[in-house]
C-alpha cells in the first residue's frame, strides 16, 4: 500500500508553472465559462501557490465561489440525494441561510492552492511558514477571507493542524471517496472486478491520451457537460474546449476515453495528478445510452487500474456515494479552512455560524445516509 501522501515540492512546483503560464493574469471566463474570478499566485516558504480572488460575482462555480458551495449548491444537492423528509426542512434551512451569508459577504473569498478543479492536491506541509503566508496574504487582500479548500483527516491531518494553529477555522463542505489501497479493493469487491472485466471486453475502441484530437475536446466538453451541468447542476464548472485543449497540452490533464464503431467519442475522463496523488475532475459520458452500456462502469474502472499501476492514492471527490462504495472507496470528510481574523466581526460571525450549522447538522446528515 503506498505509504506517501503528499505531493513532493519539486513536482508540486513543476505544475503550478504550468498553470500560472495558462491561467495567471488571464480572463477565467475563456477557459471555464460560469467562473469570473482573478488568478493570482502567492509565495508560501519557496514554493508558489495558485490563487483565486472571487469578488461576489453571481453566478460563479462552486468551486471559486463559498456561498455558491454553501447556498445555492448545497440547496440543489438537498432536493437531489437527499431523503424526502429531509428535504423540505433542509431546504427551508438554507434558503434562510442564503440571506445570513449574504449579509456576510462570504464570498469575498480568496481560495489558496486553488486549480480551479473539485479536488485540490496538496504538497507536503514541511518547510511551509503558515504564519508568514497568512501575513503575506492580508497584505496582498485586507478584505477577503482565505480558503483552503479539498482537506481531510485521512491525507491531510497536519495540513489541518498546522492551519488551525495558526488560527484558521474548519467547515465542512462534503464527503468524498478515497482509494488508499486499490489491490485491496480489488480483492474485497466482486462490482470493482467486474468493472476490469468490462474494460477488457468492452465493444468500445479505447482512446489513449496522445490520441485526443481537436473534434476529440469539443466532443469532451459536451460529454462532461451532459453529465456533471445537464444531470447533476449547473453550478459545477462548465469548461470549455479550450480550456481541456489547454490542460492536455500543458499535461495538466491526461485523457482517455471510448468510441464507438463509428469512431464517435462516447465516454471521456480526464485525469488530474502529481505524485503519488490522483484525482478524476474531468468524467462525461453520452447520458442518451442505456446504463447496461456500462460507459460509467468503464471510466471509473480505467482510473482505479490506473490508480493501481502506479500504486497511487486515488481520491474519487464526491457524489455517486453507493457505487464508490461498492468498491472500496473509503468514505472522509472533507473540510475547508477558513481564516478571517483580519476581516470585521459580522463576517466573523457568519463564518462561525456556518462552522456550526455544518458540523453540527451537515455532517452527522452525510454520515448517517453515506451521501
Known sequence: MTTCLYVPHACFADKAAAFSTLHAGVATRGFVSNIDARVETIDAGGLTLPVTVNDAMPGNAWVCSPLTTYSRYALEETRRVAPRVLAAPLGGMIGLADRWLRRGELDSAVSLNNWLLSTNLYPAADGIDFGTLIASC???????????????????????????????????????????????????????????QLLRTTPLTPVAHDAFTDADFVRSEALYAQLYLDKYSRLNPSYTPAFLKAWHRA??????????????????????????LLSAPIVGYDTSWPPSAGLYRLLMAHVLKTTLERDAILNLSAGAAHFKRLRGGEPAIEYSAVFSRHLPIATRRTLRGLQMLTTKLGVPIMRRFQL
Open 138 to 196: 492580508v497584505a496582498c487582500w485586507p478584505r477577503h477571507a482565505f480558503w483552503f479548500r479539498s482537506l481531510n483527516f485521512a491525507q491531510h491531518a497536519d495540513w489541518l493542524q498546522a492551519l488551525m494553529a495558526v488560527g484558521f477555522e474548519l467547515i465542512p463542505t462534503r464527503q468524498v471517496y478515497l482509494f488508499r489501497d486499490v489491490k485491496q479493493s480489488i480483492t474485497k469487491h466482486q462490482n470493482l472486478r467486474r468493472d476490469l
Open 251 to 276: 499535461g495538466l490533464l491526461e485523457f482517455a476515453g471510448f468510441r464507438d464503431d463509428t469512431g464517435e467519442l462516447r465516454a471521456v475522463v480526464g485525469m488530474f495528478g502529481q505524485g503519488s
